[in-house]
């Protein structure tokens, strides 16, 4: 088999990634596509027109702004960030992640965060060769085990904490106080992630310069423009010049600086989108809530995290998917989610076909 790479990949990809699988995404074309946070509202038209003309003074033989000046100032305006506050753009949060992975972790570094959580976390610090300390959630209401996570920090040392707030999967916020308590305590940073800040009724983005070791990180994913990829990390001028050091210069391509300033100059459509997928969360969370056999928790995201009489999530998600509804099926992916399957909120029209679906299989 001379042309069988596989003696090479076992003597060379290093054993940590040879252990490591992909993050799978599933086919989706013809499903009711509940399975990974999306908005299920497409671009007004006239959104869209104007934004195929901005396009058109594009020049794309030319490479992009590598600092994306235009865009920065603009969304630092949207933030309301001070001064001393800046913001660096990634290609989803997922490549900030990255970023910060690779400036503060490597070889003997310690990344924590809390689990169940979201699992770049632990994905992008096993790909970058850095340790790696998942913290157990309380089980029954997905708070935050204080004590573990203060005894964590003292014992790792961990030179970034990341949280998700709200957590994902289960789409809780974690108590205020405690997070304080967390980056008070914590020898290096911490990344507070905000992916569903649109749909949540709190936010550390307003603390920013009240720490020096607190990170920021948004995205627009989740508020209709998961095809965009653009992520923000906000934090200390000084901090996100280090983190400049490895962010590859041209990142952000021309396409989506220009798209992402369009966006901003008319947020309220999507701000008013999430209101109404807000709305919609809580008519889905009531009756999913009265189907016998179905444990919901309460969510400040756009998903719910629900659970299904025991050993009956993998028969409810295959039931659901070949019905035409596609949800995330999260039994057997952490200790603490057995049983329990995740499903983002759509259209009303799609929630109710989820929900009547969800009803006939049980
Ligand atoms: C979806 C999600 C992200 C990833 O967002 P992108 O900007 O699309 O890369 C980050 N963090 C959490 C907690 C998420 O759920």
């Known amino acids: 088999m001379q042309h069988d790479p596989a003696e090479r990949i076992a003597r060379w990809v290093r054993?940590?990634?040879?252990?490591?699988?992909?993050?799978?995404?599933?086919?989706?074309?013809?499903?009711?596509?509940?399975?990974?946070?999306?908005?299920?509202?497409?671009?007004?038209?006239?959104?869209?027109?104007?934004?195929?003309?901005?396009?058109?003074?594009?020049?794309?033989?030319?490479?992009?702004?590598?600092?994306?000046?235009?865009?920065?100032?603009?969304?630092?305006?949207?933030?309301?960030?001070p001064d001393s506050i800046d913001v660096m753009l990634g290609n989803g949060s997922d490549e900030l992640i990255q970023i910060l992975t690779l400036a503060l972790g490597g070889h003997d570094r310690m990344l924590l965060s809390p689990e169940p959580g979201f699992v770049m976390y632990r994905m992008i610090a096993t790909a970058t060769g850095s340790d790696y300390a998942g913290v157990a959630l309380n089980e029954t209401d997905f708070s935050l085990n204080l004590p573990a996570m203060l005894e964590a920090l003292e014992r790792h040392q961990p030179a970034i904490v990341f949280i998700a707030y709200p957590n994902n999967p289960t789409g809780n916020l974690f108590k205020r106080q405690e997070l304080e308590q967390i980056i008070e305590q914590a020898p290096g940073?911490?990344?507070?992630?905000?992916?569903?800040?649109?749909?949540?009724?709190?936010?550390?983005?307003t603390d920013l310069d009240r720490y020096d070791n607190l990170l920021v990180m948004g995205t627009f994913s989740k508020m209709g423009f998961a095809g965009l990829r653009l992520g923000y990390l906000a934090g200390h001028v000084a901090w996100l010049?280090?983190?400049?050091?490895?962010?590859?210069?041209?990142?952000?391509?021309?396409?989506?600086?220009?798209?992402?300033?369009h966006a901003l100059d008319h947020m309220d459509i999507f701000q008013n989108q999430?209101?109404?997928?807000?709305?919609?969360?809580?008519?889905?969370?009531?009756?999913?809530?009265?189907?016998?056999?179905?444990?919901?928790w309460d969510s400040e995201t756009n998903f719910i995290l629900f659970r299904v009489s025991t050993g009956r999530?993998?028969?409810?998600?295959?039931?659901?998917?070949?019905?035409?509804?596609?949800?995330?099926?999260?039994?057997?992916?952490?200790?603490?989610?057995?049983?329990?399957?995740?499903?983002?909120?759509?259209?009303?029209?799609?929630?109710?076909?989820?929900?009547?679906?969800?009803a006939s299989l049980l």
């Open 15 to 81: 054993p940590k990634l040879l252990d490591l699988s992909s993050y799978h995404v599933p086919e989706s074309g013809g499903y009711i596509k509940l399975d990974a946070m999306e908005s299920p509202y497409p671009w007004p038209d006239d959104f869209v027109s104007a934004w195929l003309e901005k396009l058109r003074s594009i020049s794309l033989n030319r490479y992009c702004d590598p600092t994306a000046g235009i865009l920065r100032e603009r969304l630092r305006e949207f933030l309301q960030l």
């Open 189 to 205: 940073i911490v990344v507070i992630d905000e992916a569903y800040s649109a749909f949540a009724s709190d936010s550390f983005m």
């Open 241 to 261: 010049e280090q983190f400049d050091k490895v962010r590859l210069p041209y990142n952000i391509g021309s396409v989506v600086q220009v798209t992402t300033v």
């Open 274 to 296: 999430a209101a109404r997928i807000r709305a919609d969360r809580s008519e889905l969370l009531r009756s999913l809530a009265s189907l016998e056999g179905v444990t919901t």
């Open 313 to 358: 999530a993998g028969e409810v998600f295959a039931g659901l998917k070949s019905q035409g509804v596609l949800i995330k099926q999260l039994d057997g992916s952490h200790a603490a989610l057995h049983d329990c399957l995740r499903v983002t909120v759509g259209t009303p029209e799609e929630n109710r076909a989820f929900r009547d679906s969800l």
